[in-house]
């Protein structure tokens, strides 16, 4: 019979201390070891409520693990069908030694492995599968058709804007809004530190120069302050970006595109559904994007969307997402274009997913409602921010873990894995990567956002997440804090 490589992590002698189970306990990150005999065979299970209780009792982390281990417990033979395994896994008894004809443990089954929680699914259950089934059987595949249109109108009616472009994917819908708008070389564009690379790649891909600031240590969004200092005379745009569902300090970046007369291209890709003072994000600016990628609030698998409020720039957007060609003349191009279309199939689903982004947006702020409840308590976890002006979309849940509660980000990661619970750090700041160095100014420095991606992480955040998932989430988390300190005080 062979040992699944796993299994070390849990096992125990008997005649170890207390202080080693606490250890292994600790570094397995489940709650629990198996203590065996000599011989390899199983004789008893402990926890560490176990040893929580029996310290109380008056044992000590120098007593043997024999004096506080359970000695009635659930095990199983391997060799168990996997369905009356899982049967036997409950709330209470969340981990089993599964045991060889010798009753030496080789492997265990647990809640968690048996049920990985991801980062994010899309939810589609609604009328997605009947506007797809449209579109096939009327042969409107392409990027002709009426769902694109109508996802167009519909979408900009949502979001407040007049004009709306359906594309390809989040990162061409940035390009796209930046050609449109007559943004390229030797033009300066000022985007924040910490956001997905496509942000700034879209600035670079129009020959312009990025400009990189940081953000605010409130919102996690581009500082007003950062970006005041950054303007010179070839400063043309600047890129809000609203980050994890957070809007942007809209009134104060409006006012200094105001003042230096620039352009404000919000990049929404993590923020459909958020509000800004009562007033969506995206309709602030001279345009906004969005991206439809499958993790993201509504989804058409890969897709994007910009918004304009200049009919005309609208319609050079809309002659350069199809090669350039003239609207009026067939197969004559005044431009340089791309193929930035969505199709219809994308634009069918997109319109299904819109019918319940409302549903969404509230499942999204129920999920943050109840990690906020859970993590709050604990004073080394900063719970991610909701400005009093904010109606944050909560998109991806993003907590800050203080390193001085014993516990790092990366530890918490691995922990929560090995807990079948998937998630995220931060993203990398730009200013640190290869492909943006050049960008950097003299003694430009971005300690906000340097501190946000080295402890940031992101949680399970589907709007189809349970209460359970969450529970078992929130009891991992805990687990993993209190063990360390357990640990560490011995
Ligand atoms: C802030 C931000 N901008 C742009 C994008 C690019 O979108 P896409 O993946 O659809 O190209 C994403 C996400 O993927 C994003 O998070």
Redesign the pocket.
Known sequence: MSHSPEINEFIITADRAVKDALKIIDSNAQGTCFVVDQSGKLIGVVTDGDIRRALIDGKSVESKVMDVMQTKYTSLPVTTPIDQIQATITDRIRHIPLVDENNVPVDYASFTRAHRIPVMTPLLNGNELKYVTECITTGWISSQGAYVKKFEQVFAEYSAMQYGVAVS???VA?HLALVALGIGEGDEVIVPDL??A??INGVIYTGATPVIADVDAETWTLSPEAVKKLITPKTKAIMP?HIYGHPCHMDELMAIAKEHNLLVIE?C??ALGALYKGQHVGSFGDAATF?F?GNKTITTG?G?MVLFKDENVCNKAMVLRDHGMSKQKRYWHDFVGFNYRMTNIQAAIGVAQLERLDEFVKAKRNMAAVYNAGLSVNTHITIPPEMEWAFNGYWLYTAIIDPKGGVSRDELIEKLMKNGVETRPVFYPLHAMPPYLEYVRNGQTFPVTDHLSRNGISLPSSVTISAEEQNSILKAVSAIFKTRKLNDSN
């Open positions: 994917n989040g990162t940035i956001t997905f496509a942000s970006v990049d890709a993590e991206s990628f890969e994007g």
